[in-house]
């Protein structure tokens, strides 16, 4: 019977130099796994595979050495461990993330949450080639969300409260971009300067700054034969209502334009920059 290879890459098994052996992607959204997955994954490792898994670049497990006989019972044993296989070739990749601020103090954003929820709104979407998303908890940008196709940052924006100050000074030194100077008993944050990182905030021993967190977004994102940094083309957002409006009209509009087999950063170049930009102005904008 012939081997449909085209399916089998779509749910994650892709084909090795070995004949008739296939290396299994499985979905690992912000690269959070359970002690359950994990203990059935190795089960599977070593009864189906080589006794090894490899750990991917974008926080996923592949199980290598599975022979084409033992798909269907592959997934269907990691299924009782609460795993499913991930997905290759032109469709939305899982979605890798840091760990954001449950766990991180340097967090500005729940990155794990805002991944899930991109993963249940995309996973596995046919698109004209392959599309990425990464989410990172701050302007320390672990994930480096400039590489993805479509890169979330957690900001924060910040205004004094000069009634809670003690003019210590803490946060001119925690500023990274020197963005904040006191003269005459008075902060000022010079906008242009500002990254968004929160540090001062983070640092103020008095809680004097009135906070909101929010999302910088980067589009275009290319680390492969080409390398391009993503463009953050839009002010902070300051909603998930709105994030995913942005995130909704920038992946339809790879849709609607892409040529088949061109990343998104190609297409936004053939298209024009300003047509995607007024694309993003109107979903901005709600």
């Known amino acids: 019977m012939a081997v449909d290879y085209a399916v089998l890459k779509k749910g994650g098994f892709m084909r090795q130099k070995q004949k008739n052996n296939f290396s299994l992607r499985l979905a690992v959204v912000g690269g959070n796994l359970t002690s359950k997955n994990l203990q059935k994954i190795a089960e599977v490792a070593e009864k189906f595979g080589d006794g090894h898994v490899h750990?991917?670049?974008r926080q996923s497990i592949e199980i290598p050495f599975i022979k084409l006989n033992d798909i269907e019972e592959v997934k269907e044993e990691l299924a009782k461990g609460d795993c499913k296989p991930g997905v290759c070739g032109p469709?939305?990749?899982?979605?890798?993330?840091?760990q954001g601020n449950q766990v991180c103090?340097?967090?500005?954003?729940?990155?794990?949450?805002?991944?899930?929820?991109?993963?249940?709104?995309?996973?596995?979407?046919e698109l004209p080639h392959k599309f990425k998303?990464?989410?990172?908890?701050?302007?320390?940008n672990c994930l480096k969300a400039e590489e993805n196709d479509v890169g979330i940052k957690g900001a924060m924006t910040v205004s004094w409260k000069e009634d809670a100050c003690i003019q210590c000074g803490v946060c001119e030194k925690a500023c990274r971009t020197g963005a904040i100077t006191i003269q005459d008993g008075k902060v000022s944050v010079e906008e242009s300067k500002c990254n968004y990182c929160g540090r001062c905030a983070k640092a103020c021993p008095t809680d004097a700054w009135d906070t909101q967190t929010g999302y910088l977004v980067s589009f275009g994102g290319l680390f492969g034969n080409r390398i391009h940094k993503g463009e953050e083309l839009l002010p902070v957002i300051t909603s998930e209502e709105t994030l995913f409006r942005v995130t909704d009209a920038a992946i339809q509009f790879f849709d609607d334009h892409a040529n088949p087999s061109e990343r998104f950063r190609y297409t936004i170049e053939r298209v024009g920059i300003d047509k995607f930009k007024e694309t993003l102005k109107e979903a901005y904008n709600g």
């Open 55 to 57: 750990l991917t670049s």
């Open 133 to 140: 998303f990464g989410v990172t908890g701050c302007q320390n």
């Open 91 to 98: 469709r939305v990749r899982t979605v890798t993330a840091c």
């Open 105 to 125: 103090p340097s967090g500005n954003i729940d990155s794990n949450h805002i991944a899930q929820e991109l993963d249940k709104r995309y996973f596995a979407r």
